[in-house]
Each structure stands twice: as structure tokens, then as C-alpha cells.
């Protein structure tokens, strides 16, 4: 270093060394270029770089939020609501931003209806979303916005109500906590009803508050209105009836389902055990079944009319024609069928009426196996009549070339074949129809639908509604089905259920009829699966199910009656049953 | 105005003399716009007043939301605004209190006032006195508010910088005698404040106390070996603490780790972007809805720039240059007045606020590494604003008894 030493006799050394005038120039000079450092900079982030930091900016608080839209309402045909969207919000935290005194815990926890323990657990939980708790009525959530909390965010959602409850439940089904349809119409029909969320982009703070609506990107779309075929007033006494059934016999489960013969609208579907649809805690799978849809089960007798329809339409036989069904036994191959009664020789039209399972066989036989499957064909057995809904079953109907001769045999009475209940209940439309087919329909129809599949001549198709009328009638298997004021067809089904290769000694009881059986207007379909409480044979146990449901829905429907006021039902004392007829 | 003439009374009866007279004369003129204030430099007080006046505007605008949204200020949204700007109004009162002393007292006084701020920088590190916030121990719990010594430092150091410069003139040749002193207190003072720590009040003291040694004149090599050793040392220092060296890369790459280390930076850096030139107007900053820390203190020229636009910015670097120039000015001023230790305390004080408002905005705008630094006269915090007033308020009088002089009173 400078050695040089400072010890001089001026009296003021800064003559000798100053204080060089280029320093703070320097200094000067060096702040002044740092000064224009920043301005350059500035330049650059604000003028030249700016997209690039405002997109940065725009992910970090840029948000695209959903505007939800509104499902749409359905209706029954006479417009009823059955399902609407109401609006709900459903309560969200950011729990790293949430900071709750003891007090606003408890009041917060108190209007979740959670109490506080659980709350804590959820907002402990290591995310940086997390549902308090969703659906929340209105009331409730203006509520917990006045508490004015951190961190604690709502959010608009729309829950769906179902008006019909219990009574409704099969047919409707329910949506999602995130309002997609998971059953029934709600998923069948879920592209029409569900609306289409629109998007807005917003600005939000760190703590998730909105402060700038940017730009709407998509208006919300409504979900569209959907009207279905379903009457309720008969809906619900479907409904009444198959419950009482259910009581009397101490069922373990039932269905039914009423079509309009005329349109082959769906008019009633209900379902027993059901559920609550706005209450969907502790639901079981029974209650959730839709068995009149995805149920196969094997008809039984049901099935006999079609046969000896084809049989007639053919000219194989007349209904007056003779058959001879003594013994009452009949070996085919290494098994043998048998009637439960002997019934000696019988007409076509008796052995309907009685239920001959040896007279049916007889019948079928004038048929090959390919001639008898096209016929079951035609009537959509063996296959899914796609409504639509979800699960629907096809039913078994196994290809001709497999058939042996017992199994044709049997399966002209229903037996080695299984159906669904609302297949057998479009089958019998061929009859009520004057032997036109059409496809079922859910919704609302504006016109009836025209050019139907031909299964029957219509000359056939009133043979075998007399057939039906008689089988239904005193002499028949079926008196119970008899409805004051209106003429009525059916026949009765009492089929052994089938469980793994055995069958067993539970019953289905099943009846099919159509009414007014001059000018047919309804179908109705009745199974009772299990009854235990002693009787089980369909005209039993299903047939005062289709009177009481047929007598009200024609009342309903205003049809105009086609029998005299006889009380008829008054011959009969309850108890005074016929079951002895009964067949198979 | 009763407030002032009580005020230039009881500073005419104290100040026996005819200064003393002159000096409340000048007060008066100061508090009166009317009257052309020709004893005082125009240029240093309407930048000071800008300066002061738009950070209070700033401060109330970058604090509002976390004012309003924090349990700690009771949710009011005033709560920053009001203390800026009674510590503004105390620096005000303390400016026009410091002004009133001469040169000469300040001068006598730098070296007791330099220790009364080394014993400030001891007590504030004994555990139960000094006040921890954010993990650094800085602040002095006075009753209702909270004294920070480091920011007085920044004024101490430049005051006894100024004079040790002075009393060591024929030494400043010298690197044991004139530098070396000097250095080892500097260390010191060093050593207290990284113990805070409070490593950009270090940066800022080193560069008053060696930039007033430069301008005193110390020996060029010396200053240069000085130079390359602080670089080597600051690079060793940053090389050895993890915690630093992060802090280094953080503000080369911030969207690196945008969401960890550079996330202030990024979001400082996106202020200024979305500002572009003329801002998205005052108050409609999105940034300081709690995406940016320390809005109203270390980056509120992020806001600025955010809600001005690049005019905003320009203004607010136009101002400190024209602050900074004044201030340099007054020094040179001084210096040829022979007035030594005048011209070194403005120098030191233009060097102050020219280094730490630079230091500041670098670190805004990610040209510099992030290091806890206010904006000078604008950020909010009591004890920098206060001893900010009175800097000005010595620069004004050095520049006072520069004019005096040359109008033959002294």
C-alpha cells in the first residue's frame, strides 16, 4: 500500500489532496445507468414481454367455471311433474385458508347437519378442495355465506325431486349427486334431459373469491322437457294394488304393467318392493330391481294362447275342433307332461279355457321347431324390446335346430323358455290388436303408430279373445279377473320356479288380460313371485290384481262399458275359489 | 400553522443567534408555499413530496385487500394506510426538528449517534427484547410501535462515514490507517445485522460507508482490492449458505420453480406484465389479492407497476434519479465550499436512497436477487420512513448552509 506519509504542515492537507471532483461523477454516472437498467427492463416486461407474464397470470387466477344448466322436467302424459331440478348448493373449503373459531365451527358444523368432529376431519384432510358437504337447501347455505368464513366456498348445483316418491321409483330411476341420470328414464333418456353446462372465465383471488366476470365462453343449455307415456292416476293404482297383493299373499315380490293397446304406450310400471327416490340412504338391490324390465322368469301357461293363435291362423285347427286329452298324461320321448286334471277330450277353445297343458301340446305338434321359434320370434321373445332402459332382459329362447321333442313340448306351455314381464305383455298386444304387433313406447305419443309387425289375421285374433273371455269367464281359470262393467280376456300362468338346473316348490303367479274385450284398450300384466301365504295359483293370486287395476284405469280412461251392471263378482263370496281347474 | 410558529418559536428562543432566526424564517417558508422557497432546493423537495405522497397513495391501494382480509389488522382496510401515514406525518415533524441542527452538531454528534446504533443493533438481538417477525429480529417494541435500528443505521453510517472521512483525509491513502479502521467497523456492524438477519441493511451500509470513503477520496487500488475482496466474499457467502444460493437462482429463472422459490418473483414479474404501459388503473391490481407477498413493503413498485403501467414506473425511477442527482449535487456543492463534511453526508445519503431504491426495484423487476429491501420514502415501515424524512431534511439543511455561505452569512 501507498506509504506515503501525510504528516505536512499545512494547516489544511485537502489543498494537497483534494477530493477528486471525478468520483462522485462516477457515482453519478453509475446510478444514472443503473437508473436506465430499470427503465429498460421495465420496457421489456411491460412493452415487449407482457403476453408471456399476463398468460402466466392468466393460469394462476384465470379460472373457466361451469354455469350449470337445468335438467329437464318430466312429466306424465297429462303433464304431472314427476321429476324436477331444484336448486342446491353444495358447500366447499379450501381447508388450508379455513381458520374457525370453536363457536363458528359449531354453528357452521350445526347447518352442514354434521356435528363438529367430522367437520374437523374433513377440513384436516391434505387437499386443497374438499366438499363439506353437498346438496344443501338454499336456506341453509345463505346461511352459512352470512357466517362469512374463510376459505368456506359454495357452489350453485341443482338436485333432482321426485315428486311420485316410492310409486314412481322403477320408472323414473334417479340422477347422480352430479345430476347424470343412473336409473330408469333419468339414464334412458339422459341425452335429452341433461342440459349442457355452459362456461364463463372469471378472475379470482388467492382465496378463491371471484372479482372479475371475463367473458361468458358458452351459455348454459337447458335439458329438454320430456312428457312420458306414463298416466300416473294409473300408475298409482298399479301401484295400491300390487301392494295389497303383496300384503295378502305375503309376497316376496311383484310387478305389473298396463299398456295401451291402442298406441302401445307404456301406461303403468310399478314394482314391488320400490324405494324413495329423494331418500336414497340404505338402499337395498331387491327394492332397486325393476323386474317387470329385467326379470325373466318362465311364464307358463301365459303362453299357451299364442300356439293355438297359430294353430287357427294356419287352419291346423278350428275352435271347435276335438282333442283328446286322456289320460291326462302324455310320454314324449323318456319324460312324461301331465295335466292336473283329467280333463277327457276337449275344443281348442277348452283347452284354453281349462288350461290343458296335454291339449296345447297336441296343438303344437302340427308345427315344426323353426315354425314354432318364428313364431316366438315374431313376438319378441328371446330378445331385449329396447326401451331404452337400463338391464333389460332378452329372456332365453334357445335357437330351433337345439330343440328336442320334450322341450318343444314343453315350451308351447311355457316351460324351458323364460320371458320378461312387459315382453309377454307386448306379446298379447298381437291379440288385442286384431293380430298387429307395434313397439312399446315410454314416451308420449302424439299419433298412434301405424303399420304394426302381423303375427294373427284379425279373424284369429278375436277367436282367440273369445278364448280368453272365456278362459277369464265362470268356467275358466280366472273368474277373479272378471271387472263389473267391462268384458274381459286373459289367461292365467302359475309357474314352478326354476333355481339352478331344479326346480323348486316357490311359484310365480302371473296373469295377462286385455279389456274391454270387445274393443280392447288395455293390457295389463300382473306377476306375483312367491306368494306363501297359501294359495299361489295366478287366477288366485294375480287375476284380482288385473280386476282391480283394469276397473280403475277404465274408469279413469272413461271407456265405455261393454257388459250389463251385473254385479257378478256378488256370486262369488271371497273365499269361494276355483283353483282346482288350475293348471300349470 | 399555530403547530409551526409554537414550533419556530420554541426553536428561536432555543437557537440563540442568528441562524436560529434565519432558521425559523426558513421553516416558515417551507410550510408556505406562497412564498418562493429560494433557501431551499426546489427540485429535491417536490421529487421528496411525489415520492412520499404517491407511495401513501400505493400503500393504501397494495394493502387494502390484506388490510381488510386478515384477522391481524381486524379486518380493517385502513389499517396500513393510517400507520404510514402517521409515521409520515411523524417523519414530517422529526425532518423539520432535524433541520433546525447545524452542520457542525451533526458532525460532533456522528460518532456517539454511530454507537448509540451499534448498542440499538446489540439490544435487538437479546432474546425477549428484540421482536421476532417472519424469522428475523429486527424490530424494537417501543410501546405502541416498533423501532427498527437498522434503518437508523443506514443515516448513522452515513453520517460518521462522513466524518471519519473528514478526521482521516490525509490518511485516506493509507489502507492501514485510512481504510482498514473503517472496514473492521463496517464488519462489525455487518456481523450484528446478518444476525438479524438483515442481509440487504448490510449491503445498503457497506455501500454508504465505502461509497462516502470512495468519495473521500481512499487510495483507487485500495478500493479496488476492496471491491474484488467484497465480491469474493459475497460470492463465498452465497456459495456457503444454501438458503442464499437459492435465492440467487430463484430470481435468474423464476418460473423454474414458480410455485416454490421464484413465486414471488413471478408474480411480481406478472404484475408488470399485465401493468404494460399505462397499467389496468389505480386499485385494479390483481396481483395484491394475496397472490403477491409483501405488496405494501418490498414489492410495491410491483403494484405500481401494475396498476400505472411502465408511466408509473418511469415516474417513480425519474423521481429517485432526480432525488439522487439533487442530492449529489448538494455534496459537490458543499465539497467546493470546503464544507467536507456537508458535501459527504449529502453524497452518503444521495448514495443511500439511490442504492436502496435500486436494490429494490432490481429485485421487483428480477434484475436483482430477492433480499428484504423497501422501496425508500414509499414502502410502508415506521422506522424507514421516519429516518428517510430526516435524511432529506439534513440534505436540505446541508443545502441551506450552502446557500447561506455563498451569500457570505456563515
Known sequence: MSKQRTVTFNHNPLLRHGLPAWRPRAVMLGLMACSLALIGRAMYLQGVNNEFLQAKGESRYARVLEVPATRGRVTDRHGDMLAVSTPVRSIWAIPTDVNLTPPDARKLAGLLEMDVQELNRRLAAGRDFVYLKRQVSPESAQQIADLKLAGVHQQQEYRRYYPGGEVMAHVLGFTGVDDKGQEGVELAFDGTLAGKAGARRVIRDRRGQIIEDVEAIRAPRDGQDLALSIDAKIQYLAYSALRQAMQTHKAKAGASVVLDARTGEVLALVNAPTYNPNNRSNLSGAQLRNRVLTDVYEPGSIMKPFIVGLALDRGKVQPGTIIDTSPGRMTIGRATISDSHRNGALTVAQVIQKSSNIGT????????????????????????????????????????KTWKPIEQATMSYGHGVSVSLIQMAHAYLA???????????????????????????????????????????PGGTAPKAQVAGYRVAGKTGTAIKLEGAHYTNKYVSSYVGLAPASDPR?????????????????????????????????????????????????????????PARENM | MKFVTALSGWISSRNTGGIGSDTSRAVNRLMRPQTPARDLDPLLIWSAAALLLIGLVMVYSSSIAIAEGSKFTGYQQYYFVIR??????????????????????????????FLAGLALLVIVLIPGVGREVNGAQRWLPLGPVNLQPSELMKLFAALYAADYTVRKLPDMGSFRRGFLPMAITIV???????????FGAFVVVAAIAFGVLFLGGINVRVFVLLAIVAVIGLALLVWLSPYRRDRLFGFMDPWQDAFGKGYQLSHALIAFGRGEWFGVGLGASVEKLFYLPEAHTDFL??????????????????????????????????????????????????????????????????????????????????????????????????????????????
Request: proline residues 5%.
Open chain 2, 84 to 113: 404510514h401515514a402517521i409515521f409520515l406525518a411523524i417523519g414530517v415533524v422529526g425532518g423539520l426538528m432535524a433541520f433546525q441542527v447545524t452542520m457542525r452538531q451533526w458532525q460532533q454528534f456522528a460518532p456517539l449517534l
Open chain 1, 361 to 400: 301340446v297336441k296343438v303344437a305338434m302340427h308345427f315344426s321347431p323353426d315354425e314354432m321359434w318364428r313364431l316366438y320370434d315374431d313376438l319378441g321373445f328371446g330378445k331385449p324390446l329396447n326401451l331404452g332402459f337400463p338391464g333389460e332382459a332378452g329372456g332365453r329362447l334357445r335357437p330351433a
Open chain 1, 522 to 578: 288395455l293390457i295389463v300384466a300382473v306377476m306375483i313371485d312367491e306368494p306363501s301365504a297359501g294359495q299361489y295359483y295366478g287366477g288366485a293370486v294375480a287375476a284380482p290384481v288385473f280386476a282391480q287395476i283394469t276397473e280403475g284405469a277404465l274408469r279413469a280412461l272413461g271407456v265405455a262399458p261393454d257388459a250389463p251392471l251385473v254385479p257378478l263378482q256378488l256370486a262369488q263370496k271371497q273365499g269361494a275359489v276355483v
Open chain 2, 188 to 198: 462489525l456492524v455487518g456481523f450484528l445485522l446478518l444476525r438479524e438477519p438483515d
Open chain 1, 431 to 473: 291379440f288385442a290388436r286384431d293380430g298387429e304387433l307395434v313397439p312399446l313406447s315410454l314416451t308420449r305419443l302424439d299419433a298412434p303408430p301405424v303399420g304394426g309387425k302381423r303375427i294373427f289375421s284379425a279373424a284369429t285374433a278375436r277367436e282367440m279373445r273369445g278364448m280368453l273371455e272365456l278362459a277369464s269367464g
Open chain 2, 301 to 410: 413498485l410491483a403494484v405500481i407497476a401494475e396498476e400505472l403501467g411502465f408511466v408509473g414506473v418511469l415516474t417513480i425511477v425519474v423521481l429517485f434519479a432526480i432525488l439522487v442527482h439533487r442530492a449529489m449535487m448538494i455534496g459537490r456543492e458543499a465539497i467546493k465550499l470546503e464544507r467536507y463534511f456537508s458535501g459527504l453526508v449529502a453524497m452518503g445519503i444521495g448514495l443511500w436512497i439511490g442504492v436502496q431504491s435500486f436494490i429494490n426495484m432490481g429485485v421487483n423487476t428480477g434484475l436483482l436477487p430477492t433480499k428484504g429491501l423497501t422501496l425508500p420514502l414509499m414502502s410502508f415501515g415506521g422506522s424507514g420512513i421516519v429516518a428517510n424524512c430526516i435524511a432529506l431534511a439534513i440534505l436540505l439543511r446541508v443545502d441551506w448552509e450552502n446557500r447561506q455561505v455563498m451569500r457570505g452569512r456563515s
